[in-house]
């Protein structure tokens, strides 16, 4: 079912460069493979991530979009819903099937009218508002609890750190 | 793994194996030209030219064809240069291969590489069961016979695996120059034609020398080959037709495709499965190796198709009660609905000239709704849940427990994928029934290993001591193996219930009080405050 999954990436790549969300930027690494994208994401303004530029990648599957996406941040991240190896934890990303407590309502779990943009906003999102109820992180899940000053000296030093600033 | 282990070993470069193969073969035709000079090997000469002999002694001064002729009689005859010449062809092959690689594939990727490495390590382990094991084959002519024909053969279906591998790749880009498809054809042309070609040879042979059993041996392996070029063939006829020749009709082209597709994916693979299996049980049957370990393995592989062919008749069982159930309850949105919409389908992204209407009035391509509901029950826009043939079920969430055997245990699931990547629950309340009827019905088939559950699950705890027991345990009751279980929590397909988080950390002895789960008797997690955590020790 490759094919139709390209068309539908190509789709979305073109409205994407036409009309960009506001702080993201998101397209194929390479022209040749369009199941690999980069993304671009700024910070939220008035968080603790504000002002810096993350790097994210997506690998989507040959069936999207009635798979989700993989997506996982390519620059240090330290926050409860990404995994230290970058890779992101947020519902929409989560096949229907896939959680066995039913802990996450199915409402809010992957489904074919999602997209990379809904996607991306709702990774904003989460940046602005961590979910510390699941933790892919529990380091820095307790952390935004319990030390919140503590969180955001860390995320002060990250954002940093991806725009080249020591 | 002996893999790990060829790689390690110092395998000469290309450039230098085909200088020493060719040194060699220079050398041992020298070495025959010396033979043959000398009249006494004539003499000694066996009873193959007795009579050609006679023809030649006399034209003395003789043709550069007669000997070249005799050059190669002897070679075939002296051992040392009939090996030297099994060597050159190799290499000829090899060099051949490389050739085709450059001129058709350019680099190969990671991933190709990969799949080439096992397919071939595979075909060789396997070749050298049937050759040994099942014909059980005594001399040495035979055995280079054997040797010559799996090598075109495995020659074969290694490029034809490359073709596929790099098909699939190549659909990922809409970029591809045109010429790439067409080498990518041609070569997937000539093979067809040459395991054609082969299967020919072997129906010939089995008018001359070769016993029906062999010929049936020999004419399997050509039709699988033949069945997967052809499917990977078609795949991208319908693939280009899809991307390129449809560009002005692609919403007319959209609602033959996906049935297309998929028939030709079930019958073809069907086809290689059925042949794959017969030919495993001919293997078996006639030749009477009951007890070996060549029986041992293709009883291996025989059970391997089996659940294959079974695995592909549930899911297309699954495809057409689907596909019955769409037919039946949804109906097709007439014309004025459609213009109403104007909207794209919310699946493809492209444009409805004909849709399916779901109860909530959402409109979606039929193919594309097909495949959606082929996993999932609810519809893609506002979740409204679809009863798929479960009306009774949903009204009754409390279903008897039915004696179930663990190769069914997910039977509770309408929709299941046997490769476990997704398996769908229709209800989102009714996805903990769901759990908690599966564990029930497994709980007495599980009963003896449970020692052994326990101490996989100590062993995913030592690198996760963060996430309870229980949910460990459940998740290895359904994927028993603890690297996957690992993965699910790599991946966060295993989420932690906060609650059970929170409580170690409020009380911030993590280390020890995970410490103490993990020698503690699972039965005392019992005492968790959710009852779902009761269900797995709920019988008990």
Redesign the interface.
Known sequence: ????A???L???YKQLTLNPPEGIIAGPIN?????EWEALITGPEGTCFEGGIFTAKLIFP??Y???PPKMQFTCEMFHPNI?ADG?V?ISIL??????????????ERW???QSVEKILLSVVSMLAEPND????N?DA??MWREDRSEFERIAQKLVRKTLGIP | MPMEFLDRLPVPNLRLYTTISFAILSCSIYYATQIIKDPAWRTNHTHIDAITRDEINPTDPRSLGMHFKELLECMVDEPVCIWTLINMAYCVLILLGKSIQKLVFGELRVSERQHLKDKFWNFVFYKFIFVFGVLNVQYMDEVVLWWAWFTALGFLSLLSQLCKDRF??L??????PGWSHARLLGLLAAILALSSFMLLLCTAAVFFFISFNTFAFMAAECILLGVRTIHVMLRYV??LY??RGAGTS?QRSWDK?GPL?YYTDLISELIVLAVDFLHHCHMLLWSNIFLSMASLVICMQLRYLFYEIQRRITKHRNYLAVLNHMEQNYPMASQDELAENSDNC?????KMESARKLPCAHLFHNS?LQ??LE??T?C??C?LALSMQANHRENTPEIPPEPQTPTRRNGN?FFLFLDGS????WL??F??EV?HNRLRGNISTLAHTNSQMDAMARQVQQLFP?YPRN?IL??LR?TRSIEWTIENI?????????HV?EEP?AESVPQTQMSMTNIMPSSSVQNSSDP?FDIPFADR
């Not at chain 1, 079912?1 to 139709?4: H, I, L, Q, T």
């Not at chain 1, 896939?98 to 409402?107: F, N, T």
Request: proline share 9%; charged share 20%.
């Open positions: 079912m490759a094919g139709s390209l068309r539908r190509m789709a979305e022209e040749e493979n369009f199941f040959p069936d979009p009635l798979s995994y890779r934890c989560h096949a229907p099937g896939d959680d066995p407590m039913g802990y996450e309502s199915s409402a489904s074919p009218v109820e699941s933790g892919a529990v899940a307790k | 699939e790749y659909s990922f880009s809409p970029t591809t319908i693939h899809d991307t692609a495709r597709t919310a699946i493809c992204w492209e594309c495949s959606w996993q999932d609810s893609p826009t979740r699931h997704r398996y769908v629950s989102p309340s996805s903990v759990s963060h949910v459940e998740d359904m790599l991946d966060g397909v295993l989420t932690i219930p906060h988080i950390q779902r």
